[in-house]
C-alpha cells in the first residue's frame, strides 16, 4: 500500500520512523504524471531502499495564471500510476505549508537562469529553486531525480545544491519520448490529434538542423509559433508554442568526426 501524506509533520515521522536509516530516492513532481515521470519513480526504486513522489503544483514558478489554472491535475490518477510502481509514499503538502513566509524568502540565481527559459519565464527560476530547495530538505533523501527534458532546470539544482552544500545527489535522466519523437510532457494532452501529429515535427527539425538558423526557419515554416532556439555547451535547446500549449526539448549536438 502506498502511503499518503499531506503534512511536513507526518512526513517528519514517516521519514523517521519508517524510512529510518534505509535509503530514500526521491521524486519531485506537480502531478499530471505520464512515462516520463514514472521512469524517473523506477529509476529511484532500483537504486533506493524506499521511494517517495512529491505531487505540489507550484504557483510561485508559472508567470501566467492562465498556464497554472489549465496545468492537468488529478491526484488519485497519479497516486494510483504511482501505486502500480511500488513507490512508497506520495508527499502532497498544500501552498500555506510550503510557504509560511508567503514566499518573502525565495533562491535566486543571477546568471545561468538568465537565458532561454528564464528570458520568457520572468520569476520561473526564483519559483522552481525555491520550491526545490524546501522539498529537498524536507525530505531527508540521499538521491532526488530530474528530467533532461528540464535542461536548464536540472542543471540549476545542480548548482543550487552544490553552492548549498545540499547533502543530497541529484540524479539527471534521459528524456523520455513517445513513439514519435516528441519528448512526454503533462502540457501536451492539451493539443488537438492535429496539432499532436505536427508537434513530432518539432524535436526531428531541432535535432536535424544544420544550424539554429536552419532550424528556426524550418520550424516556423512548419507553422511552429517561435520562441527560441539557441546553442551552448554542445547542445541546442528550443521553445515553440502550437495551439498556445509551449513545446521545449533540447538535444546533444554530434561533435563533428577529426578529418
Ligand atoms: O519539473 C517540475 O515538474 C517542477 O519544476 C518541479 C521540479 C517539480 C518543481 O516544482
Known sequence: MITVIRSIEEWNQYRTNDVGDRSLGFVPTMGGLHEGHCSLAERSLSENDFTAVSIFLNRTQFNKAADYDSYPADFAQDVGKLEILGVDAVFAPDYDSMYPDSYNYRVSEHV???????????????????????????????RAYFGEKDYQQLQLVKGMVDTFFMPIEIVSCETVRAFDGLALSSRNRRLSDE????????????????????????????????????????????????????????????VAAPR
Open 112 to 142: 545561468d537562469s538568465l537565458p532561454r527559459e528564464g528570458a520568457r519565464r520572468p520569476g520561473h527560476f526564483d519559483g522552481v529553486l525555491t520550491v526545490v530547495m524546501k522539498l529537498l530538505n524536507i525530505s531527508g533523501a540521499g
Open 195 to 254: 496539432a499532436r501529429t505536427k508537434a513530432a515535427t518539432f524535436p526531428q527539425i531541432l535535432s536535424s538542423a544544420q544550424s539554429s538558423e536552419e532550424a528556426i526557419a524550418l520550424l516556423e515554416d512548419a507553422g511552429f509559433e517561435m520562441e527560441y532556439v539557441e546553442e551552448e555547451d554542445g547542445r541546442r535547446f528550443g521553445a515553440v508554442t502550437l495551439e498556445g500549449v509551449r513545446l521545449i526539448d533540447n538535444w546533444k549536438l554530434a
